[in-house]
């Protein structure tokens, strides 16, 4: 079955940086775009980033731009996000999330999200 | 950026009610649309996807319709497993946004 397992999370200062990583398993991870979705505490869910299956083009909330990279490793079916100047904000539960469908039918409708997993930015 | 509302906010029901979702979209968005169901602690699970397609493995009981700007997710008989957080979420380009969710419980 379809599995996507966060990790990498922690507290960091203001200022830190931290790489998540989701690995993927259950699904031919290089066919299918891959995203992150964070949720602040209480809050709800917002879009950070995305990632298409053959890393040919990514994109950014504007929260984010600028500070956050995506990468991924299809040969480790792994799925990266590289935080960088953390601010305060950017305390959430990030969530890796599978896009629905592959090639033409590829929707970023999140069929499978993994389990997520807290940052917390705070001095 | 496409502004998506949802409303109620909230909403109390009964197991068996027919309870009623609608989300809005500042632009049209044609049938790109999804809806999520979120359990507390829990990651959100896809619903329904372009608007009104069912996801595979969800209930019958859930249904989406709408298209352009007005969407509604409707469950035709509350069950307890569907007390939760209902998300919209448009995909007609890719400044993603979601609802602000609607919370139903009892």
């Known amino acids: 079955q379809v599995q996507l397992v966060e990790s990498g999370g922690g507290v960091v200062r203001p200022g830190g940086s931290l790489r998540l990583s989701c690995a993927a398993s259950?699904?031919?991870?290089?066919?299918?775009?891959m995203y992150w979705v964070r949720q602040a505490p209480g809050r709800g869910l917002e879009f950070v980033s995305f990632?298409?299956?053959?890393?040919?083009?990514?994109f950014y909330a504007a929260s984010v731009k600028g500070r956050f990279t995506v990468s991924r490793d299809n040969s480790r079916d792994t799925l990266y996000l590289q935080m960088n100047n953390l601010k305060t904000e950017d305390t959430a539960v990030f969530y890796c999330?599978?896009?629905?469908?592959?090639?033409?039918?590829?929707?970023?409708?999140?069929?499978?999200w993994g389990q997520g997993i807290l940052v917390t930015v705070s001095s | 950026d496409i502004q998506m509302t949802q409303s109620p906010s909230s909403l109390s029901a009964s197991v068996g009610d027919r309870v009623t979702i609608t989300c809005r979209a500042s632009?049209?968005?044609?049938?790109?649309l999804a809806w999520y169901q979120q359990r507390p602690g829990k990651a959100p699970r896809l619903l329904i996807y372009?608007?009104?397609s069912l996801e595979s493995g969800v209930p019958s009981r859930f249904s989406g319709s709408g298209s352009g700007t007005e969407f509604t997710l409707t469950i035709s008989s509350l069950q307890p497993d569907d007390f939760a957080t209902y998300y919209c979420?448009?995909?007609?380009?890719?400044?993603?946004?979601f609802g602000p969710g609607t919370r139903v419980d009892i």
């Open positions: 999330a599978r896009g629905r469908g592959v090639g033409r039918d590829a929707t970023p409708a999140f069929d499978h």
């Open positions: 990632i298409l299956s053959d890393s040919g083009n990514k």
């Open positions: 259950g699904f031919t991870f290089s066919a299918y775009d």
């Open positions: 632009q049209n968005i044609h049938n790109w």
């Open positions: 979420q448009q995909y007609n380009n890719y400044y993603l946004t």
């Open positions: 372009e608007a009104s």
